[in-house]
């Protein structure tokens, strides 16, 4: 990683009493989110920004494990977040969003909340965040986060709708389902995975959208592609506005670089990113591996991220106490675990020029994947173009 250990990222859950049965417990009120200072030890260092997450009860922990490794993994390699990024089957966003986040607090420690005497913390509640706020690492210029249907995203649409105006929106991609004839839409500097649910015949479908919304690694091709975030078509994405919001915004038309302003030009020495992160016990990772590698000639890495997990003890304190009570007491160590996640980072091939051309570069579109073996399964459809 750039940063290892840059941030710990504190996870408080709230419970009440429940009425109709003694002795239980019910959750109640958002998941909120703490950065604190990076630290290699078992300690509680100093709380550097908060946000509140939902707007319904939280679920329990460990449930969010994943996204949190995620969320980690992006704080602490805040250098791919840049230009355009996208979402793969997003769920709550909560990966990027808060990723995103924690990454500009990396690259410029002096953007986080102050504590106040209330919360203990700036309480920034992405619910109500004030819109001059801009919470993302500068190079940055959008986020979208999606989902194979307009209904997956109705998580997403509830954590959004506070985000400064122009800075995140919503799309459906149905990265599962090969559509005949599907033009992709706009290119993407950093595409995101969180434990995508992916099965092997589906792996080559996510394969398939991942090398096509991925800008090229190859600069001068960047530079040469017409209007890349406004191609027809638009691939098997559709606007939000079913649920009587579009959150879309213009694009630039070369990939996120437009910006006159220094700090906010994308830095073209890294290459345009796919990453994926999963539970190390993952087995359907290596069928994406092959089919990113073998079936469109992309440079893909596997590595390990281990996160430690600290539980501790519940704290309890009287209802019309304000919750900053907690910051002062002593808190009790219940349980701690390590736990492995693969991931998985690939780039394009450097001579690949983009809109998904080449029979070398994308042969698992022409049918010559494997040895030039020609396998109707592999075939492009009928009476489309062979590359």
């Not at 959150?247 to 990939?255: A, D, E, I, K």
């Not at 596997?302 to 997990?309: A, N, Q, S, V």
């Not at 030039?372 to 399964?377: A, K, Q």
Request: glycine share 12%; with cysteine; proline share 7%.
């Amino acid at each position: 990683m750039s940063y290892p250990n840059a941030l710990v990222l504190e996870e408080r859950l709230r419970y009440k009493p429940d009425p109709q049965n003694e002795g239980y417990i019910l959750p109640y009120g958002p998941r909120t989110y703490i950065f604190r200072e990076g630290t290699d030890e078992d300690r509680i260092t100093d709380e550097l920004y908060r946000i509140n997450l939902g707007s319904i009860a939280h679920n329990g922990p460990g449930t969010m494990d994943t996204t949190i490794a995620t969320i980690l993994y992006l704080a602490s390699n805040p250098e791919i977040i840049q230009g355009q990024v996208l979402e793969l089957a997003c769920e709550t966003g909560a990966a990027t969003l808060i990723g995103c986040a924690g990454a500009r607090f990396v690259l410029d420690p002096d953007s986080g909340s102050k504590p106040n005497e209330e919360g203990g913390g700036g309480g920034m509640d992405i619910m109500t965040l004030p819109k001059r706020v801009d919470i993302f690492p500068k190079r940055m210029q959008d986020l979208t986060l999606s989902g194979e249907n307009q209904e997956e995203l109705r998580d997403a649409y509830d954590n959004v709708k506070g985000f400064p105006t122009g800075k995140v929106s919503l799309k459906d991609v149905r990265w599962s389902t090969r559509i005949p004839g599907r033009r992709y839409g706009p290119f993407y500097r950093l595409i995101v995975g969180s434990d995508i649910d992916f099965s092997y015949p589906t792996s080559k479908e996510l394969a398939r959208t991942i090398a096509n919304y991925l800008l090229p690694s190859n600069e001068f091709a960047v530079s040469n592609i017409k209007n890349p975030n406004d191609r027809s078509g638009g691939g098997g994405g559709g606007g939000f506005g079913a649920i009587g919001m579009d959150l879309g915004t213009p694009r630039s038309t070369n990939g996120g670089s437009s910006s006159t302003e220094p700090s906010r030009q994308v830095d073209t020495t890294i290459p345009s990113t796919f990453v994926h992160v999963c539970p190390d016990t993952r087995e359907t990772t290596k069928y994406l591996r092959q089919y990113l590698e073998k079936g469109f000639r992309m440079t893909v890495n596997t590595g390990y991220l281990k996160m430690e997990r600290l539980q501790f003890v519940f704290q309890a304190v009287p209802e019309e106490e304000i919750e900053s009570t907690i910051e002062e007491m002593d808190l009790e160590l219940k349980d701690e675990t390590f736990r492995s996640y693969q991931v998985l980072r690939a780039t394009h091939h450097p001579d690949y020029a983009g809109d998904g051309n080449g029979e070398y570069f994308f042969p698992l579109e022409t049918g010559e994947y494997e040895g030039g073996r020609r396998s109707t399964y592999l075939e492009p459809e009928e009476g489309g173009s062979p590359w």
